[in-house]
């Protein structure tokens, strides 16, 4: 058994047991259900579409249709997470990784909007990533 299994397994445990507890880890949430394709540093992989977190995260908050899409996003509302938990790990990803493109007026997430925003998803998410980009972008903040 490799390094990586091991650490897969210790993973497991400790998600295992966070849930017989009825607890839940937002850290333990990114890892288990966000990192696999952002990474545990938040460095995604643009050249596959894949958006990174680090220290462009946070510009998505600056409009109320970016706040919404961070919710939206299909690796989320395909998580299996509950509210609750989905607005814990978005906060803990704008946390960890919006850097300077933190807003200082920043509000964390509640499992109300985590619901809202689940709802109100648009069909097309990617569209609405476009969009989101191009008016960000003519908005001076490059984003990757």
């Known amino acids: 058994m490799g390094i990586r299994h091991i650490v897969i397994a210790l993973l497991l445990c400790a998600s295992t047991s966070a849930l017989a507890q009825g607890s839940h880890n937002p850290h333990l949430d990114y890892v288990l259900k966000c990192s696999g394709c952002?990474?545990?540093?938040?460095?995604?992989?643009?050249?596959?579409?894949?958006?990174?977190?680090r220290e462009q995260v946070g510009y998505f908050l600056l409009i109320?249709?970016?706040?919404?899409?961070?919710?939206?996003?299909?690796?989320?509302?395909?998580?299996g997470l509950d509210y609750q938990r989905s607005a814990a790990v978005t906060n803990y990803i704008v946390q960890t990784f919006a850097g300077a493109s933190m807003p200082a007026d920043f509000q964390p997430y509640t499992p109300e909007e985590a619901k809202?925003?689940?709802e109100t998803r648009p069909a097309d998410i990617a569209q609405r990533r476009y969009d989101l980009y191009v008016q960000l972008n003519a908005a001076g903040y490059e984003l990757k």
């Not at 952002?38 to 894949?50: L, V």
Request: hydrophobic share 35%; no cysteine; proline share 9%.
């Open 38 to 53: 952002h990474g545990m540093d938040g460095s995604g992989d643009p050249d596959s579409g894949i958006p990174v977190f």
């Open 116 to 118: 809202l925003y689940r």
């Open 64 to 79: 109320p249709e970016g706040r919404a899409f961070l919710m939206q996003v299909a690796g989320l509302v395909t998580s």
